[in-house]
């Protein structure tokens, strides 16, 4: 049965911080000890350089909590992530980890050099390349900072192992696997493939910052943070997601990685199966949690033969830069893996959009440093209600 451990958290004062960690550790079965003389990779959600504050990546005093439980239990700390546009390096200069990459000595491991992850008992996706250190690591601890997604409804920790794919690649597989479903079902290929595709299993232990996190139109600079004050944990991500959606208040059926993820058989088949220790979820509820709006209700309906672009702008919602926001930094540019976004045309001070290209991925909308991306409806979503 997995073990999800919920503690409340309303600080990253570190000394409270490492105690909660090895608290959540203890009630998870994780002795510490394991980390003497091994490689841990521990890995932040880095999507891009962000404010602490915006709550856009996971706390750099978090990620410093576990680093230094790590050291002192003779392990060997190497942080590995790969953001969505910017550089690794460029990333941690701008943030607050390159303080605690500093002064606590990280290894950083270059997210670049891939190897072929494979996995047979994958839907469909049975090659990955991930980044290489996952393969030379002895253990995997993986930081997800909880957060509402337009695509995943939430990201947590199976949404966060996208990271193990290198920068600009992501961005392409959602042309590979362009509705929410098939989306939610790559990151479950991802997911079974982390934890049963290397040749010795990983022991992976999810830890999450969901002390400080972000409702709304996560997970970038247009979420809005607040707080759920709590540290989650446990060996099984769709459990740890489970429980974190639920203290949310959100709903599971629209959290595509844990509802479908019960059926894939990989440790936690229902919401019975998971035993959650340390406070319940009841006492750690929230109920005015917002979320993104997400997609259409059409969303999953865009398949051959009906993924036409007329039909697509009819029934899914479109992204609109805004002028009175935009910068003209062609950040959306560079991570639309479709090249739907040119430069402005001069009419507008605005990036050119191409909405038959567009395969509404709102990876732009994500990133944009500006929150200057909207949704607006298609016209029949409108009339339709979806
Ligand atoms: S819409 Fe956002 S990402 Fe795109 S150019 Fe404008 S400010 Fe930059
Ligand atoms: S324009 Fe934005 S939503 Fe459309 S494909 Fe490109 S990144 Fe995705």
Redesign the pocket.
């Known amino acids: 049965m997995p073990v999800v451990s919920l503690l409340r958290c309303d600080t990253y004062d570190n000394a409270i911080l490492k105690e909660r960690i090895l608290q959540s550790l203890a009630l998870i079965g994780f002795d510490p000890e394991r980390f003497r003389s091994a490689k841990v990779i521990v890995k932040p959600n880095l999507l891009m350089p962000a404010r602490e504050e915006k709550a856009i990546v996971t706390h750099s005093e978090f990620f410093r909590a576990v680093v230094q439980i790590v050291k002192e239990n003779g392990g060997i700390p190497i942080l590995v992530e790969s953001p969505a546009v910017h550089s690794l390096e460029r990333t941690i200069k701008k943030t607050n980890y390159a303080e605690v990459v500093e002064s606590e000595g990280i290894m950083v491991a270059d997210p670049s050099q891939t190897r072929t992850l494979t996995f047979d008992g994958a839907k469909k996706f049975k090659h990955i390349d991930i980044s290489e250190a996952y393969f030379d690591a002895d253990i995997i601890l993986n930081l997800p900072k909880f957060k509402t997604h337009g695509i995943t409804y939430i990201t947590g920790a199976v949404k966060l192992l996208f990271g193990a794919i290198p920068g600009l690649e992501k961005s392409k597989m959602h042309l590979r696997a362009p509705s929410h479903e098939e989306f939610a079902e790559f990151l479950l290929d991802l997911y079974g493939a982390m934890n049963y595709g290397f040749s010795t299993p990983k022991p992976m232990i999810h830890l999450m910052d969901a002390i400080a996190v972000q409702e709304g139109e996560g997970p970038g600079p247009a979420g809005i943070p607040r707080r759920l004050n709590a540290v989650l944990a446990g060996d099984n991500g769709i459990a740890v997601d489970y429980v974190a959606v639920m203290v949310a208040k959100l709903q599971i059926s629209k959290a595509l990685t844990v509802a479908n993820g019960f059926s894939r058989n990989y440790g936690v088949s229902s919401p019975e199966d998971i035993q959650v220790l340390g406070e319940t979820i009841d006492a750690m509820k929230v109920h005015d949690f917002v979320p993104a709006t997400g997609g259409s209700i059409f969303s999953n309906m865009f398949r051959w033969p009906f993924n036409t672009p007329t039909v697509k702008n009819l029934f899914l919602d479109r992204p609109i830069?805004?002028e009175d926001?935009?910068?003209?930094?062609?950040?959306?540019?560079k991570i639309c893996a479709s090249g739907a976004?040119s430069a402005s045309s001069g009419k507008l001070r605005?990036?050119d959009y191409d909405y038959i290209k567009c395969i509404r991925c709102y990876c732009?909308l994500e990133?944009?440093?500006?929150?200057?991306?909207e949704k607006k409806k298609g016209f029949l979503q409108w009339i339709m209600g979806g």
């Not at 003209?328 to 540019?333: A, I, K, S």
């Open positions: 830069p805004r926001r935009c910068t003209l930094c062609y950040q959306c540019r976004i605005v990036p732009c990133i944009c440093p500006e929150a200057a991306i």
